[in-house]
């Protein structure tokens, strides 16, 4: 059977899963969406995600047709209908489709689609020797503009940056805020540990706030590390002892290199190598 998507309620083959041109979504990427993975057919943290995602939508006025109930049981029959264990889930609400202008007024048929997919995960190597990544020149929006804690279709802004990371031979890249302080990566937020104390910049200096981010910091306090929500320089990673990065695709993924700095003496430190096992226990739980 071909991989079965999830549009408003009803499954299409792959090849058949289409919505119109006129949506919003694409004309303007005028919508939301998360991205999400599940264990063992179970997906971890959904709550958290359909919080985020229902606030996504309520930021930019837009009205999800259905309750999180609702969408929770059909994201879970997504992954049973297509057999999946281990899979990326991503779910994506769009404006609906309307006229050729920017006013969401004129749209009708907010669309959910649920795709549930095999995952590629990024290779072994990274997890085992660590990123080396830079410092895009793209700055992160500024909040007054589009709150990155939106997760809105419109991803131009990570893109720009994700592109200056691939010229620059990296698969991700750290954004700024507009005040020139760290923000996150592309598509993951930054930790770094100094003097055994765990340090992630704070919601409030223009991220997205991870679900995974999250789990690290809740993690750290079970654990005993301490952990703090601080606002961090590009100097405090490159005189970092440790660094690493978390999102739902790429887990917990350590740096070794920041713009051509070595990070302490280049190897995986051991609180980031013991925060990749817990949050691996986790997840399977
Ligand atoms: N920051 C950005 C910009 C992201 O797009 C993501 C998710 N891909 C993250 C951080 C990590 O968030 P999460 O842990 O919820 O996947």
């Given amino acids: 059977m071909p991989l079965q998507i999830y549009i408003s309620g009803k499954f299409y083959d792959k090849e058949n899963a289409k919505i119109s041109v006129y949506d919003h979504g694409l004309l303007y990427g005028d919508g939301v969406f998360e991205g999400m993975r599940s264990y063992s057919g179970k997906v971890f943290r959904l709550q958290a995600h359909l919080d985020r995602l229902y606030e996504s939508a309520s930021a930019i006025c837009l009205t999800i047709p259905m309750t999180k109930e609702q969408m929770e049981a059909d994201v879970n029959k997504t992954l049973q209908l297509n057999s999946l264990q281990d899979a990326y889930i991503r779910l994506v609400v769009t404006r609906g489709s309307g006229s050729l202008g920017l006013d969401p007024n004129r749209t009708s048929d907010p669309q959910v689609i649920i795709i549930a997919d095999s995952i590629s995960l990024y290779p072994e190597e990274y997890y085992q020797k660590g990123l080396k990544i ?152």
């Fill in 134 to 285: 830079i410092t895009a020149s793209t700055i992160r929006n500024h909040p007054a503009a589009l709150n990155p804690r939106v997760k809105s279709l419109n991803y131009l802004n990570n893109i720009m940056a994700k592109i200056e990371g691939l010229q620059a031979g990296c698969i991700e890249a750290l954004m700024l805020n507009t005040k020139g302080e760290v923000a996150e990566c592309t598509g993951d937020n930054i930790f770094i540990v100094k003097k055994c104390v765990l340090q992630t910049p704070p919601k409030d200096a223009g991220i997205l706030e991870g679900i995974t981010r999250n789990a690290i910091l809740e993690l750290a306090k079970e654990l005993g590390i301490l952990a703090e929500e601080v606002t961090l320089t590009r100097h405090d990673l490159f005189v970092a002892d440790e660094c690493f990065l978390t999102g739902s695709a790429a887990e917990v993924i350590p740096v070794v290199s920041i713009d051509g700095r070595t990070i302490a003496n280049g190897d995986v430190g051991s609180v980031t190598s013991r925060l990749m096992a817990e949050f691996k226990k986790l997840v399977h739980k």
